[in-house]
């Protein structure tokens, strides 16, 4: 019969050895010599990873920013979206505990990165995957004997549709979620959080990025775009006057693998949330103008009261509601939608400046550049 070793028992048996072995004398070069071999081994054991949701936008960008810092990656996903040297793929639901154990095999740190598009609304759907999906991703991570989850949340767990100004992360999570998304997010937060145990030696952490824009978004930019070629980009919601924070990939991707690498027993982030954003919050409007214009529309011009698109947004929404069993129509502007573009919603990052040091790597404007670069089949006329 053969003993199957985890990274986590391997890592209980590193610190055992250090302790009955201390390399303190000259004369102990022996020991030293399999301490600093069993040291490469962690570091090494450490350096595998997994990435759930990695075919995804966000979940892409973090395996091409690993496999460029050295690390082995599997990706887990429903769906295989592309291929790439240093990468095994293993396809399946990640409500379903033994397809996750096989992609686990040898990892020690996990990034969830999987969720429902949130343009869904199916409740079912979202409760599945992002609530009991990650109860079993937990149990998968405890069972092959992951030492560190690493969870892409969303700071709109705090968003009820009303102004947030530089929000910490102690606020409270929203009452009245204004989705099944965002309520499920919640739920899927919560749970990871309190996962968190250092004695059974499962560390977590969640990351909350707001509006994460940049090359390969399947959302923003095709629904803004989508919008202009129809004609509807002509009105701002509102004064314009409100600030939202935009994030540009690359910087979700250098707080999730600061998350990780800072995520030890002793460190202060351990089962805590952490806001990630570009820390330039900008005008909703300043921000959807600027990708349109390099792309070729014309910006927005006219204003319109916030309260009149409000109740016209909830007024098709009840229509859509009690009409549903005759029609099946879904209206663009949701009051969801409308709140997003019309209210402030902006967040502080100073904790996560504070406790790992965190600064966004690529500016908003060098972002916003980067981005409208990379959609030359959006561009008006292509
Ligand atoms: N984009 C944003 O602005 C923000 C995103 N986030 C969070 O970041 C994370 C990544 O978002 P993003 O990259 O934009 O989303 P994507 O939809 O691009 O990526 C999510 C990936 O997860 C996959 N997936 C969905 N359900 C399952 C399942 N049951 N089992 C396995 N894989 C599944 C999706 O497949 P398929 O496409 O087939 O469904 C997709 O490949 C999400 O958790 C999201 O909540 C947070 C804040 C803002
Ligand atoms: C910061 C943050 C959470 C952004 C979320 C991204 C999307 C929710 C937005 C991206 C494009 C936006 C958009 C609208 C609403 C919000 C978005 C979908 C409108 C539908 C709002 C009403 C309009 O006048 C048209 C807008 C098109 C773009």
């Given at each position: 019969?053969?003993v199957?070793?985890?990274p986590n ?12 072995f201390?390399v ?16 490469s081994f962690?570091?090494?054991s ?43 793929f ?32 199916d ?5 599945r995957?992002?609530?009991q ?5 937990l ?52 749970l990871?959080?309190?996962a ?29 775009v989508?919008t202009?070629?129809?004609?509807n ?8 006057s ?55 529309y ?16 909830l ?23 409308v709140?997003l573009?019309?209210?402030?919603h ?37």
């Open positions: 019969s053969s199957r070793l985890s028992s391997l890592a209980t048996l590193f610190r055992f050895l250090k302790e009955i201390p303190s004398s000259s004369s102990n070069r022996r020991n030293a010599f399999r301490i600093s071999s069993l040291e962690s570091a090494w450490s350096k595998r990873c997994a990435v759930i949701g990695g075919s995804g936008f966000l979940g892409r960008h973090l395996v091409e920013k690993l496999l460029g810092k050295g690390y082995t990656v599997s990706v887990f996903d429903i769906r295989q979206s592309y291929e790439l040297p240093g990468v095994t293993h396809q399946g639901d990640l409500c379903d505990k033994q397809a996750l154990l096989t992609a686990l095999q040898g990892v020690s740190l996990v990034f969830h990165c999987a969720s429902p598009a949130p343009a869904s609304d409740k079912a759907l979202f409760q995957v992002n609530i999906g990650t109860h079993t991703v149990q998968a991570c405890t069972e092959a004997g992951v030492q560190k989850v690493v969870l892409t949340s969303s700071a709109s767990v705090v968003f009820e549709g009303t102004d947030i100004k530089d929000g910490r992360e102690d606020l409270p999570y929203a009452k009245k979620p204004i989705d099944y998304y965002t309520e499920t997010k919640i739920e899927q937060e919560k990871v959080l309190k968190c145990d250092k004695e059974k030696g499962l560390l977590t952490v969640a990351i909350r990025p707001h509006g994460i824009f940049g090359p390969r978004d399947p959302q923003l930019v095709p629904i803004l989508d202009a070629r129809r004609g980009m002509k009105f701002i919601i509102g004064d314009g409100n600030l939202v924070d935009f994030t540009f990939v690359d910087n979700v991707v250098h707080g999730l693998i600061l998350s990780a690498e800072s995520l030890r027993p002793e460190s202060p982030i351990c089962g805590k949330a952490y806001h990630i954003t570009n820390d330039e919050p900008v005008r909703f409007w300043d921000f959807m103008s600027d990708i349109l214009v390099g792309l070729g014309a910006a927005p011009r006219y204003n319109l009261p916030y309260t009149l698109v409000y109740g016209l947004a007024l098709l929404w009840l229509l859509s509601l009690l009409l549903c069993p005759l029609v099946a129509f879904k209206p663009t502007f949701t009051p969801m939608r709140a573009a019309g209210k402030h902006f967040y502080s990052c100073s904790r996560a400046k504070q406790d790992m040091g965190y600064k966004p790597v690529v500016g908003l404007k060098d972002g916003i550049r980067r981005t409208v670069e990379s959609y030359p089949h959006l561009r008006h006329g292509a």
